[in-house]
């Protein structure tokens, strides 16, 4: 096992893996921002390294400075964490060209699976079932009107190098096209520097699920279940769940098997999501992140394992040592995403948070690395809190998270909570009747 690693992330998720460390008998490093000088998890890390000023691209972003102060440590391994470099093929590289583990997917596997018609071509290659869509990138409009024809209005419109929500646009009717196509372009060039783009159906009133797999580099490869993440604003998501309240046993198995068998294939190593959108009873693949997701601690209590552990574990060169059989999915889990906006107008909150209570009891986690005291900086994410719930049935756990979310204090900043609050009163997701446009809707904003 490695002695000590650099946690290459910040907030939440750096303190998460710190402390699955701390379990192993594993030494951390943290870097971080001046920003983030007083940050949690540079408080609790054995040693801490400032990597530059409050720009990620001059701090989290700086491979230069995170490689430097590896070496500096003498670390044994780098984790990257969510965001920032998790999924960029070339630090992956020179992580491992500096003679250090990278804490996670193969530098080939995140390149394949990181522009998203190679990770389509990919997929439909590995038997995952595809939206109908261009092969790759359309080249000119008159190609994409045709094959906008040939598909069948409506039509999504996507950057290759997409993500987040950003470079996508739907398009109703051939008269819209051309239109949504320069506007796509446009806004991939200016937030991927790449103005490819391509083309897929637009489902009406799909769900959006994701399966989270673990493999070992070895061919062995498990699933843990999927999450329901078709509560979104923006495609930003709001709310997750586990398992999804739309899918059956039966469908369950069919996707975990599609998964597992594809990327056993390919003997993918680690942590991975792979996104579907589902809809008539169908599945169709969205993407793959090549790493820890957001929501990844709902997965985690259903199916009790701690899967920043198993990264640890299966990048030592370790055999997962159990196979799909010795997964047991127990009752259910939600996760509220806490944010530092305005619960209506979502306009970011930054500033020092006076008051600070975290919810306890049976079933109930609080990922997060805000204290009273701490100043939000308005510089990053807005995500300041994760609120996970278990129950033995989605009933108790959303009778536990409406205690959790009354008990749950966040003073001087604007938080979600409230927005929350008020979702899981809603009769529609009461009955886990919604789709990825419900929350908009519900909101008013589409």
Not at 238 to 245: D, G, K, R, Y
Not at 309 to 337: F, K
Not at 358 to 371: C, F, H, K, Q, T
Not at 379 to 406: F, P, Q, W
Request: charged share 25%; net charge negative; aromatic share 6%.
């Amino acid at each position: 096992m490695f002695e000590k690693i650099l946690i290459a992330n910040r907030g939440e998720i750096a303190l998460r893996i710190h402390r699955a460390c701390k379990e192993m008998g594993i030494r951390t490093v943290a870097v971080h921002s001046t920003a983030d000088q007083d940050a949690m998890h540079v408080r609790l890390a054995d040693e801490s390294v400032c990597i530059g000023p409050p720009a990620s691209s001059e701090s989290y972003l700086n491979i230069t400075a995170i490689l430097s102060a590896a070496t500096i440590t003498g670390v044994d391994a780098i984790h990257p964490g969510i965001g920032f470099l998790s999924e960029n093929a070339k630090f992956a590289e020179m992580v491992e060209e500096h003679g250090f583990v990278f804490i996670g997917p193969t530098p080939e596997h995140i390149s394949m699976m990181g522009d998203k018609i190679t990770a389509r071509n990919e997929a439909m290659k590995l038997g995952i079932p595809c939206v109908p869509g261009s092969d790759g990138a359309v080249d000119n409009d008159v190609e994409a009107i045709d094959l906008a024809a040939d598909i069948g209005y409506p039509v999504i419109i996507k950057a290759t190098a997409g993500g987040g929500g950003k470079g996508m646009q739907v398009a109703h009717s051939a008269e819209e096209m051309a239109g949504k196509l320069s506007l796509c372009r446009s806004e991939a060039k200016a937030a991927f520097g790449n103005d490819a783009v391509y083309i897929e159906k637009y489902l009406g009133q799909p769900r959006h699920i994701e399966v989270q797999v673990l493999g070992d580099g070895q061919g062995n490869v498990v699933h843990l279940g999927e999450r329901d993440c078709s509560l979104q604003r923006r495609h930003q998501k709001v709310l997750e769940e586990a398992p999804s309240p739309a899918l059956n046993a039966e469908a369950r198995a069919r996707i975990g098997k599609t998964v597992t068998d594809a990327l056993s294939k390919i003997k993918y190593r680690s942590a991975g999501t792979i996104e579907f959108l589902y809809e008539n009873g169908e599945f169709y693949f969205i993407e793959m992140n090549t790493r820890l997701q957001v929501e990844h601690p709902i997965s985690e209590m259903v199916c009790d394992i701690d899967l920043v552990r198993e990264q640890l574990r299966v990048a030592t060169g370790a055999p997962l040592g159990y196979g799909q059989d010795a997964i047991r999915m127990n009752g259910h889990s939600i996760e509220c995403r806490i944010n530092a906006e305005h619960p209506k107008t979502f306009i970011p909150s930054p500033g020092r948070i006076t008051d600070y209570h975290a919810p306890g009891g049976l079933g109930v986690r609080v990922d997060s690395a805000i204290y009273s005291g701490y100043a939000v900086p308005p510089y990053y994410d807005s995500l300041i809190a994760k609120l996970i719930v278990h129950g033995s049935t989605r009933n108790e756990c959303l009778m536990r998270l409406r205690r959790a979310l009354e008990e749950f204090v966040v003073g001087g900043v604007n938080t979600t909570i409230p927005l929350h609050q008020k979702l899981i009163s809603e009769p529609d997701f009461l009955n886990g009747d919604y789709d990825i446009h419900w929350l908009e809707k519900w909101m008013g904003e589409e």
